[in-house]
Nanobody, 122 residues
Framework: QERLVESGGGFVQPGGSLRLSCARS????????MGWYRQAQGKERALVAT???????ISADSVKGRVTISIDNAKTTVTLQLNHLKPEDSAVYYC????????????????WGQGTPVAVPS
């Protein structure tokens, strides 16, 4: 069973930068997209950014201009760089990867990381 392992996060000063990585163990047949969501305390999980293997990206308005998302050539790791951090960026960040296990799998499935907390003090 493939799983995702997140790294990065922690305590970051306002105006600082954050770099999160999410690596998948094991190989799959296809990757549709990868990305990050975040959930602030008392709020619903919300999109941060996504990327396809082709490099097409989507990002939330709240992070536009501050975010860079990338995927490695092996299509196993997705990295999120977020600059000029604000207190409202504080949240638990979850990565996901939408993958197809085998060539004849019926559908893509989503794998999720365990979440990594980010705290930006006010």
């Amino acid at each position: 069973q493939e799983r995702l392992v997140e790294s990065g996060g922690g305590f970051v000063q306002p105006g600082g930068s954050l770099r999160l990585s999410c690596a998948r163990s094991g190989s799959v047949f296809s990757v549709k997209r990868m990305g990050w969501y975040r959930q602030a305390q008392g709020k619903e999980r919300a999109l941060v950014a996504t990327i396809t293997p082709r490099g097409d990206t989507i990002s939330a308005d709240s992070v536009k201009g501050r975010v860079t998302i990338s995927i490695d050539n092996a299509k196993t790791t997705v990295t999120l760089q977020l600059n000029h951090l604000k207190p409202e960026d504080s949240a638990v960040y979850y990565c996901f990867q939408e993958i197809m296990y085998y060539k004849f799998s019926a559908r893509y499935v989503e794998l999720w990381g365990q979440g990594t907390p980010v705290a930006v003090p006010s």
